[in-house]
């Protein structure tokens, strides 16, 4: 039995669906019940907790030989760090795997992790790795480039509601996002693949955009021109200082360093994922031609 662990999100809930279609007996555990209406799910077990609390892992552990860490928080708070997430939370897991004789954690982690990047986020995911490294244990870590889901629940809405899009800075970063399908279905083959077993794996879609590009290709999706809107760097990093210090959350600032770097993979790392896994990696535009449609408000 797998434990899918952070089953709600975006990549997990992909897992879900095709440990499901494999027949794959799975333990999907999250902070909230995972919503398996609509499948059969007679090989899955649906468990609630926290992956902060060690007690709460260790009955999510018990009795899996499989670990997917797929929990991950898109901002941190004062209260709730991306490293007690990340990080605690790791060490949680490979605690309870230890005491339960789990023989392999698959990770995601993410392009740019670093021991002294300004991000906290990449700083915790950096965190979390070298704790599973170190464990013992068989690991796989995926560090993906970023996400198509992020253009259509954030980019879509506001260029189709208003016809305006802010970014910071100028907007020639390069980017290479992908569906979180295709990082499940990582996930999933890399279960049966010795090759996949203690590497690290940078993954990532089929295409590099820069974020302007990006825009123009959601604004044609949308059916409505957009007015992009340039902050200067200098001037974003003045707000977000003082956001981050007024409110006491460095966290806030990783928004600004992840949006003003590239996120692409080099061509050997690309070379290597084909050698790896059998994907056939979707496109952006016509995923977002088919996610976009059914969430984007109509242009007034």
Known sequence: MILIAGCNGHVGREIVKKAIARQVPARCFDITPCDLSGYDASRCEVMTGDITDPAAVRRAVQGVNKVLF??????????????????????????????????????????GVGSDVPATSLRAKWNAEQCLIKSGIAYTIFRPSGYFVDFAEEFAPKISQTGTFTIIGHGRYRLQPLDPADLAEAFLQALELPAARNRIIKIAGPEIFTLLEIIELVSRVVGRPVKVKKIPLWLGNLMFSIIARASGNPSVKDFLYRMSRDSVCSEEELRELREIFSIEFQRLEPWLREHVAATCCTQP
């Open 70 to 111: 797929v929990i991950g928080r898109k901002r941190g708070t004062k209260t709730l760090t991306h490293d007690m997430v990340e990080h605690g939370g790791m060490k949680n897991v490979i605690q309870a795997a230890q005491e339960s004789g789990v023989d392999h954690i698959l990770y995601i982690s993410a392009l």
